[in-house]
Nanobody, 124 residues
Framework: VQLVESGGGLVQAGGSLRLSCATSGFTFDDYALAWFRQLPGKEREGVSC????????YYPESVKGRFAISRDTTKNTVYLQMNDLKPEDTALYYC??????????????????WGQGTQVTVSS
């Protein structure tokens, strides 16, 4: 199982970024994938998850309406579109999977496979 994130960077508040997570080593269509983030000095937290059928869940209230998770089965890739970014979104963003059909929740200990992360920095 391999997960490779990309798309992070430095953006001004109010801007947008789209993160990508390219996957390999498992049957992409069969499993849920999630995005987590780790803010400086904080625990890793769940951001969003998408099931194998495309059902979506967003965990922090602060990202609802601003972030959108999606998956492209032709590219074995999951995306996180982030709009209206705020300085408090600054974090290292990870994708993860537990190789289950449904989302495993917001806690990182429920997920077994992780990417290396991509840094998102939002300036005020």
């Amino acid at each position: 199982v391999q997960l490779v994130e990309s798309g992070g960077g430095l953006v001004q508040a109010g801007g947008s970024l789209r993160l990508s997570c390219a996957t390999s080593g498992f049957t992409f269509d069969d499993y849920a994938l999630a995005w987590f983030r780790q803010l400086p000095g904080k625990e890793r937290e769940g951001v969003s998850c998408i099931t194998n059928f495309g059902g979506t869940t967003y965990y922090p209230e602060s990202v609802k309406g601003r972030f959108a998770i999606s998956r492209d089965t032709t590219k074995n890739t999951v995306y996180l579109q982030m709009n209206d970014l705020k300085p408090e979104d600054t974090a290292l963003y990870y994708c993860a999977t537990a190789l289950l059909h449904l989302c495993s929740g917001r806690f990182p200990e429920e997920y077994h496979y992780w990417g290396q992360g991509t840094q998102v920095t939002v300036s005020s």
